[in-house]
């Protein structure tokens, strides 16, 4: 990835659908480069909630 790449978001897969989290993101590095490669997309309780009854 060069370093004017935007990092892949990483979200969530509920109820057999991928979705974006609705909470803060946090950035996923490549330990070996310290580069920002992805970025993870928090769940919030209503999420955590849909996901357990699905």
């Known amino acids: 990835m060069s370093s004017t790449e935007t990092p892949k978001a990483l979200g969530h897969y509920i109820g057999g659908r991928e979705r974006a989290g609705s909470g803060e993101a ?29």
């Open 26 to 54: 946090l950035d996923v590095f490549n330990p070996a480069t310290g580069k920002v490669e992805k970025r993870l997309a928090c769940a919030l309780d209503a999420e955590l909630e849909e996901a357990i009854e699905a």
